[in-house]
């Protein structure tokens, strides 16, 4: 069965940190593309950032550059979202995504495996 399990969300004041964990069983971790999306109350799901597990390749939605930072642990099977300088247009629920084609989750966020969703909360 295959599982994507978020963890580390919560509220933050504006300028803090927070540390998003996606940890993934069921799938063979390395043939596989990972994925972050949020979707804030009354807006349309947005792709934050992605990584390739198999060559490490990174993109970033232009609103998170430079504050943002994905990373995987191929041994943990867990890819990282790492959030700083955070802002109140951060708050939103966060999702990891997964499929083996890292144009189609990351172009088009038909990704074939989703996870439940942490709550990030960033007050001002």
């Known amino acids: 069965e295959v599982q994507l399990v978020e963890s580390g969300g919560g509220l933050v004041q504006a300028g803090g940190s927070l540390r998003l964990s996606c940890a993934a069983s069921g799938f063979t971790f390395d043939d596989y593309a990972i994925g972050w999306f949020r979707q804030a109350p009354g807006k349309e799901r947005e792709g934050v950032s992605f990584?390739?597990?198999?060559?490490?390749?990174?993109d970033y939605a232009d609103s998170v550059k430079g504050r943002f930072t994905i990373s995987s642990d191929n041994a943990k099977n867990t890819v990282y979202l790492q959030m700083n300088s955070l802002k109140p247009e951060d708050t939103a629920v966060y999702y990891c995504?997964?499929?083996?084609?890292?144009?189609?989750?990351?172009?088009?966020?038909?990704?074939?495996?989703w996870g439940q969703g942490t709550q990030v909360t960033v007050s001002s």
């Open positions: 995504a997964a499929d083996r084609s890292y144009y189609y989750c990351s172009t088009y966020g038909g990704c074939d495996y």
């Open positions: 990584i390739s597990t198999s060559d490490g390749n990174t």
